[in-house]
């Protein structure tokens, strides 16, 4: 019996994704994480966009997808800014201002390394800052995702939990 893992063996990180929201601009932008060997976790380059109002199963269909982009790589971000931001790259606004007041981001990450079951973290503008969290199974089928991930976002919106 081992009772302690051997420092030989490989650390596995938990998945993650960030989820831009905006239905004003009718789009949905996820963006896949690398993370390096000190746990940075940073966006990769390519961001899928999606049309606001795609459906829930193409949506959780792309939710699974971008999270089997996650990897690891080791990068220099010491000389990146915030108009290198990948997702507000993607998004085509002038200003990152403009895209953190018009966008809303969710991010979805395992909660251990397994990866089997994905956290929705919602930030909100709270002055108490109060933050929103559901937790899915991440073998719920597609459309269980996407459905989940919009109630979300209504209640990081509308700041009212149904």
């Given amino acids: 019996m081992k009772w302690f893992k051997s420092n030989k063996e490989k650390k596995q990180f938990p998945?993650?994704?960030?989820v831009y929201l905006s239905q004003e601009y009718d789009m949905v932008?996820?963006?896949?994480?690398f993370v390096d060997e000190s746990w940075?976790?940073?966006?990769?380059e390519e961001i899928e966009a999606l049309s606001f109002d795609v459906n829930?199963?193409?949506?959780?269909?792309?939710?699974?997808?971008?999270?089997?982009?996650?990897a690891e790589k080791n990068a220099?971000?010491?000389?990146?800014n915030k108009k290198d931001w990948p997702a507000f790259k993607a998004s085509n606004l002038k200003t990152v201002k403009e895209f953190e007041t018009k966008f809303s981001r969710i991010s979805i990450s395992g909660l251990n390394e397994a990866n089997?079951?994905?956290?929705?973290?919602?930030?909100t503008k709270s002055k108490n800052e109060i933050q929103l969290?559901?937790?899915?199974?991440?073998?719920?089928?597609?459309?269980?995702?996407?459905?989940?991930?919009?109630?979300?976002?209504?209640?990081?919106?509308?700041?009212?939990?149904?």
Avoid at 15 to 18: H, N
Avoid at 29 to 33: D, N
Avoid at 144 to 157: C, F, N, P, W, Y
């Fill in 15 to 18: 998945k993650m994704i960030a």
């Fill in 29 to 33: 932008l996820l963006a896949p994480f």
């Fill in 40 to 44: 940075l976790y940073y966006e990769q």
């Fill in 56 to 70: 829930d199963e193409m949506l959780g269909e792309s939710i699974k997808r971008n999270l089997n982009k996650f």
């Fill in 76 to 80: 220099d971000t010491t000389k990146r």
């Fill in 116 to 123: 089997i079951i994905l956290a929705f973290d919602a930030e």
């Fill in 133 to 162: 969290r559901t937790i899915i199974s991440a073998y719920a089928n597609n459309g269980e995702l996407g459905d989940r991930l919009r109630k979300l976002h209504k209640a990081q919106i509308e700041m009212k939990i149904e």
